[in-house]
């Protein structure tokens, strides 16, 4: 109730805080007999690791994960696995000062209040630092959908107002790699790197945009009332910290077009399958996965940590001064594509276990 | 598992169709003692009915509401109170044609594909009818939120390419309903009007974006990890039918800005309570309200049904031409209105017991 | 989260009270296609209808069943099924004296410290008489278990001291339905009888205990923590009104064992599958079963009202004197054995489900 | 969904297996503020632990309880409490031959059936050793517990056919941990202990009884259709490994008694409350708390595993003979004690939280 799992089918739970000795998450509901092991999900915390380039955090995080259950001689065992990732950095004394004030749009005004307590060290429970777990698990949730050739991609479309218009088919991950920024649209990618230079360089931040697409996807995957495919998409795009909006499809564009533009006209193609023409309804209708890519888009907010004087209140409301301190990133964006993928793995696979109890 | 529950603390479980007997819901959790009968609950359907003006839909649903338990003598008894509306106009065999194709971007495809069976009249269970008996739902939840003073206000901020630039301060519910639009901006409410009935004399449909805030919210609500408050508020908003999007305070628009432009400042107002200059936020921080009004849009799109020629497939993919028939909405704006106060109200209201739950 | 929901995947949720207009239930998780109608619900109700004999309540519960969502053209269709149960003899004034004092062993008196208010009239949401309800879920839960050709059977096997030994293996339903006591033992049942009929004649009331197998049970249901196959049933038997204890395979007396006697030993049968010899285990090990029959017993309670005086307490805490009336069960347990099938169908439906789900 | 979790409000998801590098759990649900150590928590675990005498396994688990997440400061911060054990001895090679055939009475061949693969070290998920992790959830839930006055009293009430027939008013937990039996009853505590050495030295194992009386329980805890609080506590009682039976006040033995003898009469004690002559009820009515002690029972079958020769088959089916090795419990319930203790400290403080949640 306290809100640390994701899932039904397959369920995340996640805990842990920025700096304390560990954090981790269990995951319940892989079936039994797929192969796993630390190597397997390394690879997706070392895409979220920050210090990969001069666009993002140079803090160090090892970020190794250990899975402490679940598993035997290299296959999964169907029972609950537990993943942890020691944290090499913990609790320290530089926090003294942040814990007399509310830094600006950061959860410490929030978590003092509902809480009456907080942990101060690096944002505690509130750091983007938890959702390496949710990375971790979803490695595994990935493995299992590329065994039925699911295939996730995610991007960097838009830093501030820098906008790709790359068509969603030309992109591959090996494109997406292939530039620090995780964008794979070389007419816009080098504009977006020096605007997060730039904005590094003031000590000030900036936002965007990550779209995600789906690829082979499932026919017939979320549920008719409350938990529409799109819906728990959208709760676990909206849980990842920073993000402000989510939209799949045609989206707030949308809502500008006529009806008669806006509908994805069927058609049979040459394997015989009903496809759509457009795919406005980003790959869903009625809350079910139509079997075209699932197209969406989250809003990321800019960073709210500067290297800059800014005004703010102490714990008893009167004006105080602070300034950023330490390694933060000046863009979210290039680290948010691999969580995007990993909550995009998570909500898919619960829907794909779902549809599998309930088929005849 | 069917997700037809919403709510965890504050729950509601859907059940019912378009054309079928009766639809309701299940409401767990409200708490004994509050006065409630079904005039409480009757205004709140009606200002989601059909047929009240010429911009939606003529169809006369009378949505009589029945509280069938959970009630004595116009008290709660904190147990599951069972909301009925039963259907006037139940399955007819007017519906035969449409058994035999997929209309665009509608649920049919999708529901035959995943079920081998599908409620033709009406669109069954994928029918926006359904969000009736969650509106009678959110007419509980709100009678336990204005116990607490918080007020929910809803309206149109957008039909097609018309956009309202009124302050959010500024509106009430008043103004909101001063006309069959539900837009409080006496600006543009006649543009939109007309763009309304031009695009209904075409036998067309146009989108828009419903605006929400709520006011007097508590400190508090909302919890870490993927339970944030604005996750499950764009989990209740992207389970309306034809929404295709959220987000909240500064949203998609904010991505464009800077950290320093972004954060909002804190400062001591005059009752002494911390307060933020702006609200981009949205007034939610790390998931959890932060006493600033809430404030978020929902992208909706243009309804699928027209009153023009349309290509599609029958049931094995062949092409065939259908028109859409009886009486549709040509924009479903003014009715997302009542919906989006109601899933709000479902939110906030589970929050607000869960908050109660680990209060010290 | 107020309890009124039992299962996962094929999940009941319960609303109404005694003598309210009408009581049900909604059903999530029936898979699509299945063939249903009212008449394959009311046989099951029926014979959980008070009236049936002498030895049970002469009150008249029409218990007619509609089914109001979920099924077309007779055919579930995957979505939530609504059952409603209308009561023919809604809340009259007759129950004014029982608002001024507390039954002993019903729950009036712990609603009226945890609610602050309760439905007198019946008893209300405490009533027995919702299970009505669920004997009606399980109904759509037996025919779903049918088609795998899993049996339930239940029988009443003590009334007081009054003990059957027949063998299990033995119990047919047709035995169990052949006598109003549901007890299959002819060596017994005329006792059983007589039995029911003296503590009636007394005004008074006795207990028993019924017993409950599951033939052609799959191997493989069951989860290996909390939701051992055998801890879910537990739950849904004691939520059984009236009931005290449960056991399974060897029980309370198995305790007196020792291991060397108490282990099932495996074989292989003509068949070549792997059973055991004896059943202690109850057809569970670890939490799952192994494939041999479910075999558990559930204790239930004389019934609390008496047609005789009884001391007890007015809302002051005050002594007052009281005399049951109206017509009341001097046995429950005939009624109980369609309850406790019921109850058992669910179970066993969820965790089918749950095992389709994982299953690779 | 594969059932590792238990609770609502206070919820713990366990993960782990008996030769794996850990065990533990996360604990969700705990409100704020409240001091916790590793000190609180590991004298229950040393409750739980193997070789504290001759009557149970001289297994040596050292049990240290890690912290890794949800205190600061020695003050829980109202976030997840990440619980981990690691363990001494790991996964070795010891168990191969146990990998060829599936011992009578364990899990072996259920988790084989349902996963197509087992952890064979210890059982693996399925051996009592998960039960650790649920003792130190149990502790902080103690803690919580305790702060509101409420006493969790458990102790072993009968060994094989040795029963005690002491008052459970007179039980303290002193009395209980005066012997390594842990029966307060001094009339036959020596029978016990003999009765349990007898049965080592012949490699046999002897089963029991454990019951419950939880003091000072707070008025309304229970819901009232399914989630009685009796039956949260068998669900929670069927849940520890080798438990076959449950029962709550009269149980059993109280269907052979007539309504006018077990009837708990009301009474106005002299404090003013409300109270029963009787408990037979066991302190639930409706499935609600009434104010009365809880008190109830619960079956332990002999251990499965035995220091003799027994027939069993292998994989395939065959015969085979088998002799259990190492050092395992003659007789469990002297560590069930601390599990009973810990498990209905779960319950009751889900529970409690549940009560605050809705209480006006």
């Known amino acids: 109730m306290s809100g640390d799992s994701i899932g039904k089918l397959f369920k995340v739970t996640n805990w842990g805080e920025s700096h304390g000795p560990a954090l981790g998450c269990v995951v319940e509901g892989c079936p039994s007999g797929l192969s796993l092991s630390e190597d ?9 690791r920050p210090g990969q380039s001069q666009l993002v955090t140079q803090r160090k995080e090892g970020d190794k994960v250990r899975i402490l259950s679940g598993v035997v001689d290299g296959k999964t065992t169907g029972t609950a696995i537990s993943l942890m990732i020691e944290n090499n950095n913990p609790r320290s004394k530089d926090y003294s000062e942040f814990a007399k004030l509310f830094r600006p749009s950061h959860a410490d005004f929030t978590y003092q209040k509902k809480y009456g ?3 101060v060290a690096g944002g505690g429970r509130s750091s983007a630092r938890t959702t390496a777990a ?5 490695a595994i949730a990935s493995k299992l959908l590329a065994s039925q050739k699911i295939e996730i991609v995610s991007w960097v479309e838009a830093v501030g107002d820098i906008q790709s218009t790359m068509s969603p088919d030309k992109v591959t991950t090996a494109l997406v790699e292939s530039n ?3 964008c794979p649209d070389s007419n816009v990618v080098n504009q977006m790197e020096e605007k997060i230079l730039e904005v590094r360089k003031q000590g000030d931040t900036i936002g965007g945009v990550v779209r995600c697409v789906v690829r082979n996807m499932p026919l017939g995957l979320g549920e ?33 077009m006529h009806g008669s533009e806006h509908n994805d006209i069927f ?23 139509n079997g075209m890519d699932l197209d969406f888009k989250v809003a990321f907010k800019p960073v709210a940590t500067l290297m800059q004087n800014q005004q703010t209140v102490d714990l008893e409301g009167n004006p105080i001064e602070y300034h950023g ?25 619960d829907h794909w276990l779902r549809y599998r109890a309930y088929q005849s």
């Open 267 to 289: 058609y049979k193609n040459e394997a015989g399958e009903v496809k759509t023409h457009t795919n406005y309804s980003g790959g869903v209708q009625g809350g079910i996965s």
């Open 180 to 182: 620090p920024v995780r």
């Open 224 to 256: 008719p009332l409350f938990d529409k495919l799109e819906a728990d998409l959208a709760k676990a795009m909206m849980s990842i910290n920073a993000s402000k909006g989510f939209e799949i499809g045609s989206g707030f564009e949308g809502t500008k």
């Open 40 to 48: 397997d999900i390394q690879p997706f915390l070392d895409r979220r």
């Open 325 to 349: 301190r330490g390694r933060h990133d000046p863009c979210v964006l290039p680290r948010a594509v691999p969580i995007v993928d990993a909550m995009t793995a998570l909500v898919i696979c």
């Open 134 to 138: 949710n990375v971790a698990a979803g």
């Open 117 to 119: 307590i907080r942990d």
